[in-house]
């Protein structure tokens, strides 16, 4: 069985670009988030996405939008890209909306230059 | 505001030693603490998991210490090896219902630990 995918795995972007990074769940998981980890942080909570819904976000500004498709995939999307964006964007996958066994991809590097 | 505290932020601890590492959370409404291993370039990798209606939790050479009333709880790492070498996250989550969402998992700052031969 895949684990959680996602793609890119490494991406440089300039300043003020826009940046779209995709992540397929675990088969017959319905939930996915997404989450952003600083060098030497914790990863932080972005959204989470259930049945195509978004059911929650985290403190993060507008320029960062989301959504999930009929076949539970989803896309991160954020516009404008600063410098402090860059950081590991990771996506995890669970079976129901709760994250009991949150599965995680292995990220997408991020690097706005 | 930084829910869930973790020390330390570094740990070398020779083989077969034993590394324990600490969490501390705010939240009462917290009702579950996972702990994840994390190597460069990969996310991070479910260890082991607690409720807090339990006091220890073991899965192999990996145990969950709970302590509700003082709202900690810590992983113990037995018999370490220089495998074991690589950051470790505490985190919590409350649980709601598919219809209520915005169950996020709330993690601590890192511990990075290293085990020398």
């Known amino acids: 069985d895949a684990g959680v995918t996602q793609s890119p795995t490494h991406l440089i972007k300039t300043r003020g670009q826009h940046v779209t990074l995709r992540c397929s769940p675990i088969s017959g998981h319905k939930s996915v988030s997404w989450y952003q980890q600083v060098l030497g942080q914790g990863p932080q909570f972005i959204f989470q996405?259930?049945?195509?819904?978004?059911?929650g976000r985290g403190n993060f500004p507008d320029r960062f939008s989301a959504r999930q498709f009929p076949n539970y995939s989803s896309e991160l999307n954020v516009n404008a890209l600063l410098l402090g964006d860059s950081a590991l964007y990771l996506c995890?996958?669970?079976?129901?909306?709760?994250?009991?066994?949150?599965?995680f991809g292995q990220g997408t590097r991020l690097t706005v230059v | 505001q930084q829910q869930v505290k973790q020390s330390p932020q570094s740990l070398i601890v020779q083989k077969g030693g034993i590394p324990i590492i600490n969490c501390a959370y705010e939240n009462t409404a917290f009702d579950y603490f996972p702990w994840y291993q994390q190597f460069p370039g990969k996310g991070p990798a479910l260890l082991i998991a607690?409720?807090?209606?339990?006091s220890e939790k073991k899965e192999g050479r990996f145990t969950i210490s709970f302590n509700k009333s003082a709202k900690q709880f810590s992983l113990h790492i037995m018999d370490s090896q220089p495998g074991d070498s690589a950051t470790y996250f505490c985190a919590a989550i409350k649980h709601g219902s598919p219809n209520f969402g915005n169950e996020k998992l709330t993690f601590g700052t890192g511990t990075r630990l290293t085990i020398i031969p």
């Open positions: 996405y259930y049945e195509k819904e978004e059911r």
């Open positions: 995890a996958s669970s079976f129901l909306s709760v994250n009991t066994e949150a599965f």
């Open positions: 607690i409720r807090p209606d339990v």
